[in-house]
Each structure stands twice: as C-alpha cells, then as structure tokens.
C-alpha cells in the first residue's frame, strides 16, 4: 500500500509542465518553495530562489513586492526602512529620492509626508525596470541603468552581462559588444583606463573594439595604423 503525505515534494513534471527547468525545480524544492509559490515569485519580478528567500525573510510577499523593484530596493533596504517605523509606501517614495533609512525624528510623525515631484516612475520607466527585472537583472542593477539614461535595448544586454551603466557606457563607446565588455570588466580592467591607453597610442575611438579583436594592443595597433594599415575586420 503507498501512502502519501501532504508534504511531499512536488513531482518534477509538476515544475516542467509550468516552464521550470530541472536545475531550477530542484534549487526551489531546496530552498522550501511549492510550485505555486515559486510561480507567484517570477510573476513579480524574482527569478531564483536565493532573492526570494531574502524576499521573504524581509516579509515581504509577491504582491507587495512590485513597488519596491522599481524602487531599486533591496531585501536588506526594506528592513531597514521598516525598522525605522516607515511604511512600504513612504519607504518606497524616499528611496526614490535618493534617501537612506535613518531614524524618524519625533515630531516628523506629527506632519504629513510631503511629496515631492517627479518621484513615481513613469509608465516607460516601469516598463523599462520590469524588462530587465524579467531577465534576471538585478533590482538595483537596472535602476542604475534606468537612471543613466540607457534605451531599455541595449540596457538589457549590458545590464544582463553584469557590467555597470558607466563602465558599459565606455565600452560600448569604444565599439564592444556587451559580450565583448563584460570580458574585461570581470577581469578588473577600468574602462576608463583602457580608454585612455588607446586614446594615448592615437588610436580613433572607433576603431579600439576591431584592433582588439584582432589581438592587437595599442601600440602594436598605432605601428600598424602608421604602416597604413586600416582596422582589421575579422
């Protein structure tokens, strides 16, 4: 006779069958989530099991989360600003602004909040923030982006390759791909560095990402360039 208890863990073809890899079933199985939980979680912006977990021991849930993505909070920022006496909603507002949680002074929680101008996200910019949330970027990451002025385009390809909005700025400048500029920027390597040790060697702006392609470093590219060499393409 097989008997079944209520806490079993779901079968795998349960977490297939609602667009769950294997690998991830079991990384949310691990970290104690049912299916339907796990699908509440994507639905509202978290994509792996670790986030929601801080997500969830902040006490925050799926439906309250949406707010604070947007915000660019983060588990450990929800915390704080509760323990300071502040609601989601104040919290939210004043992360927008550039605010940190510190303490309320008495008397602040005699008056109204006052709200200031420009502090909500447009609509563009939550459409912009909820594609690079859906990708697994994250909630701080693609603030970053969104603040620096990014197309969400490309936004998502560089914020998905875990290089920051300034750094990626330089290197799409000089010509790399995202998958190109997140080699050197795992690697340590400043951006601004590098673009200065090619701008030194008098080499065009334009013409970096193609010279490095072909394995050529600056001063080897300028010799080639003064040979008449043009930019390889390869």
Do not use: K, N
């Not at 004043?94 to 008495?106: D, F, M, N, V």
């Not at 673009?195 to 334009?206: I, S, T």
């Amino acid at each position: 006779m097989t008997v079944a208890f209520d806490d079993e863990p779901e079968q795998p073809h349960v977490w297939t069958d609602r667009g769950f890899t294997a690998p991830d079933a079991r990384r949310w199985i691990g970290a104690g989530f049912t299916v339907e939980e796990a699908v509440r979680w994507r639905e509202a912006g978290v994509y792996r099991p670790r986030p929601a977990q801080a997500w969830r021991t902040a006490g925050v849930t799926p439906r309250t989360l949406r707010p604070l993505l947007r915000a660019g909070m983060t588990p450990r920022d929800a915390v704080r600003w509760h323990e300071f006496g502040y609601s989601r909603a104040e919290a939210v507002e004043r992360h927008l602004a550039g605010e940190h949680p510190r303490p309320r002074r008495p008397w602040r929680t005699l008056l109204p909040v006052r709200r200031s101008r420009g502090l909500d996200l447009s609509d563009a910019q939550a459409e912009f923030m909820d594609a690079l949330l859906s990708i697994g970027v994250p909630a701080t990451t693609a603030r970053a982006y969104l603040d620096a002025g990014w197309r969400r385009e490309e936004a998502a390809l560089w914020a998905h390759s875990g290089v920051d909005p300034v750094r990626a700025g330089v290197y799409r400048a000089l010509g790399f791909s995202a998958r190109e500029g997140s080699a050197p920027a795992r690697d340590g390597r400043e951006a601004l560095d590098l673009l200065c040790q090619w701008w030194d060697a008098g080499v065009p702006r334009g013409e970096v990402a193609a010279w490095v392609r072909a394995g050529l470093g600056p001063a080897a590219a300028a010799r080639a360039r003064a040979e008449g060499s043009g930019p390889p393409t390869v």
